[in-house]
């Protein structure tokens, strides 16, 4: 059995009513890790576990993290999450909570990805955040779910970070034969790094991270989203941290479930640039979710 759930998928009357469109939801935030990527890392975790693997190693402080110490719980392997300094105490407490051993080394994620490339022996998989094709074909189920609830949509709307969900819907969309359908790619200002390259016309490294969507703060995306965004159809839109927190106090209210920026970020698309949906008429939404922002920060961020 699959590591992942089968989400839910439920027409959102509040978000369909502030977009003037039918807004479909792919609650990707039930996931037991509490975001989208236990369906790659669990394909990835589960692959290596066969192939006799008998540690997992992940650099992620976030929810790749998360849900590689969920996937060698669920595995009984043991699983070491590399994060750098700036990790939050929630993330590692939810890393640690799955029984994985948090270690905390250097000032960036670069640092901290560095020692967990060197603690990788013969017998330990290092499960990568998002570049992995393992990773896009397990992401790839979100769209065979929906497309076997007999759900039809004409666009997709998602968040971007490296680009792994990206890579993976586009794959889910192409063997559904749905490789026509548009994609609305969302990032944060200050993480906008598929939005850089586009613009650019190459891959792009952003100086820095300034966005609080942590979750999406991958300073270049990997080449097969950059290649994806490239062939199209894909819509590349920049929302604030403003906007994306507020799509995630309103979603709150209006759904009663607690996402992170990373995932607002796609939702307020709907809330506040519904302008940019203007074509369609039947939207995929995936709330992608995130574990790591409880409600009081995205209250203190909402004052902020
Ligand atoms: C990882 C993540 C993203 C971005 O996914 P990528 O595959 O890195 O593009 C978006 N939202 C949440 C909640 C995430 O955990």
């Not at 942590?214 to 994806?228: D, H, N, P």
Request: glycine share 8%.
């Amino acid at each position: 059995m699959a590591l992942h759930i089968e989400t839910p998928l439920l027409e959102s009357r509040p978000l369909s009513l502030a977009s003037g469109r039918s807004v479909w939801l792919k609650m990707d935030v039930l996931q037991p890790p509490g975001s989208f990527k236990i369906r790659g890392v669990g394909a990835a975790c589960e692959h290596h576990a066969k192939n006799g693997k008998r540690r997992f190693v992940s650099s992620s402080g976030g929810n790749a993290g998360i849900a590689v110490a969920y996937a060698g719980r669920r595995l009984s392997i043991p699983v070491s999450v590399f994060v750098p300094e700036t990790a939050s105490d929630r993330a590692k407490s939810l890393i640690r909570q799955e029984g994985a051993e948090v270690f905390v080394h250097g000032a960036s994620w670069q640092e901290a990805n560095e020692r967990a490339l060197e603690a990788i022996d013969a017998e330990s998989a290092f499960i990568h955040p998002f570049d992995d094709p393992l990773l896009w074909n397990g992401h790839a189920s979100i769209v065979d779910e929906v497309v076997k609830a007999g759900i039809s949509f004409d666009a997709v709307v998602l968040s971007v970070g490296g680009g792994g969900l990206l890579a993976g819907v586009a794959e889910g969309l192409t063997r559904n034969g749905l490789e026509k359908t548009p994609i609305i790619a969302v990032e944060t200002e200050g993480a906008a790094s598929l939005a850089a390259s586009v613009k650019a016309g190459k891959l792009t490294e952003l100086p820095a991270i300034t966005s609080i969507a942590t979750s999406l703060g991958a300073r270049k995306v990997c080449e097969r989203a950059f290649e994806i965004a490239q062939a199209g159809p894909v819509d590349c839109v920049t929302v604030t941290d403003r906007d994306a927190v507020d799509a995630c106090v309103r979603f709150l209210d209006d759904h009663r479930v607690v996402v992170e920026p990373a995932c607002g970020a796609a939702l307020a698309v709907a809330y506040a640039h519904a302008d940019r949906l203007t074509r369609y008429e039947r939207i995929l939404m995936v709330v992608c979710g995130g574990a790591t922002a409880p409600v009081a920060q995205l209250q203190a961020w909402q004052a902020s």
